[in-house]
């Protein structure tokens, strides 16, 4: 079928009507192959008519010119329990030129399944009034396999969510960057996300969806907590969802399982990139032999067009966690225990005391005084129980005890989970010493570590055992709110071997990333110190970044890595001596400090031309 228009008349419509159909199965996907070209050819759209709704649902759009070909269009439609017809529209607004067309038409999986004489079996519900036989784990999943509903029938309200009214008993996280959004219809943004819910299949139906447009920044996150649980055994407990991942720069979903409140929880699932305009179904096995919690985690990509939907969220074999006799007690909301962080040999609770603290700034832990998020993390302990300082990185780290310090890899994070023996090959940093070495090892890996000079001692290692030519390891410190004029990174670097690669000091700030320092190929079986000049910079990160080079001769190691004179000035009430000059901040600094090309006041004073 093809639109043949040769005048020019304003705003004329094109409209192909399908027969009526009864109703489809859950599987049911629609296809067809389309051609839109010519230089105003227009828009077109497929329309979804539900008996009974007023408002058509919007299935599929062409926006433009799509070049002179025919091109594939696959619409999920899923279960739909009424008659229902498709309208195929086409407006021109005054001058159309081009050819749109359609062809081959196709419905799969559409019917529902059929009647069987028998289901056996504990993995088998056998429908009531359709006799179809159905996998028991589409039971109290919020679809209609059966095509009568009894798979749905007497499940249990607070084991199911289908986001019409609400959140049900699902939470917002307050300790993310934003919130997850409740809509019905397309998403506000063209080619990404959702245009209808799974729940319904039309525009009626709501669900949750992520907001990747302004003000959202790239790997912002978005994190929703369900009810607890009871402990379950292996394998007895399932949550079930639906997931929708459109768009060029969809970035990620994940599925945390934790048992402490104030944890991230460990990975049980995650799912990056673009997985075309469907909704897809999501089974996780669940076992826990503690109260436990789910945590659905959205994470926002570079750039606007990276909606992420979420829909229909079950839990089969569950039961919901009756906090009464909760052998924590019931101090956390949730009613899991808390992680308490050690500081100093003090334990310290890690749910917040009672403060008046706002969404800008910080609690101490101890003592719920609010102190400025630009505090957090800028080597100087602003709060008395150190707290403030407690999630960063250490003003100095040797590795000893198998400490990082705070340093952390953001790509093995995004790996870990089901991924263990892929982790296992990757190129990436990791711990070592000198008496761990295998035999080729001794050439080109450090005998000793620079703290202690023995084969006890750990450093931190780029193993280009691993990996290939090209390959790059990042190890990054957490965000550090502000650093003074003096600051400085000194560490001690240890590259030999014939092929040892390069390692970078880079400078990451609202994801722009600069060098700060660079150094390449065999620099001898020593270990080097390195020096490098920060001064004042706020909100940003460190890394560390080795690259491998052409073989496995060759790794990079760093250790005893300190951030020397990092704390922000403070501005004491003396005033200055003869020796010393008052910046335009009453801060003092030695007179031998002017003009010396270093901020030493922090509002660049001291370098003023006069």
Known sequence: MFILKKSNSISQI??????????TGSNCTLSFWYYNYGPSVGAAELQLLVDGLRQPTVLWRTYYSEGRQWLKAVIQLGRLPRPFQFSLDKISLGFYEGVSAIDDIRFENCALPPPALSCEGPNHFWCRHTKACIDSLLVCDLVDDCGDGSDEDSCDPDLQCNFENGLCNWEQDVQDDFDWVRIRGPTPTVNTGPLKDHTTGTARGHYLYLESSEPRQFRDTAVLLSPLFNPSGRGTCVFRFHYHMFGKEVYKLSVF???????????????????????????????SSKPFQILVKGTVGDGFTGDIGLDDVSFLGCTLYNGAQHPFGSSFKGNLPTI??????????????????????????????????????????????????????????????????????????????????????????????????????EQHCPLTDHTTCTEEGWYLFADSSNGEFGHTADIATPVISLTGPRCKIVFWNHMNGSTVGSLEVLYKSSNKISKLWTQ????????????????????????????RGVSYMGDVAVDDITFEDCSPLLISDKPCTSEEFMCANKYCIPKNNLCDFVNDCEDNSDESPS
């Not at 953001?410 to 990436?428: D, H, V």
């Open 14 to 23: 094109a409209r192909l009507r399908s027969p009526k159909f009864r109703q």
């Open 257 to 287: 399982q934790r048992t402490v409140s104030n944890a991230k929880g460990w990975l049980l699932w995650y799912k990056f990139g673009n997985q075309e305009n469907r909704w897809i179904r999501q089974s996780l096995f669940i076992s």
């Open 340 to 441: 308490s962080t050690t500081t100093s040999g003090t334990s310290v609770p890690a749910t917040l005391p009672m403060n008046n603290c706002t969404e800008n700034e910080f609690v101490c832990r101890a003592s719920g005084h609010c102190i400025q998020m630009i505090q957090k993390c800028d080597f100087r302990p602003d709060c008395s129980d150190k707290s403030d300082e407690s999630a960063c990185v250490t003003e100095v780290c040797d590795f000893e005890d198998k400490n990082l310090c705070g340093w952390h890899q953001p790509a093995l994070e995004q790996m870990s989970g089901n991924y263990s023996i892929l982790i296992t090959k990757t190129f990436k940093w990791q711990l070592g010493r000198g008496a761990n070495l295998y035999p080729e090892q």
């Open 520 to 547: 390449s190929g065999s620099q001898g079986p020593q270990w080097n110190r390195a020096e490098v000049f920060l001064g004042i910079r706020s909100n940003f990160q460190i890394i560390f970044r080795a690259k």
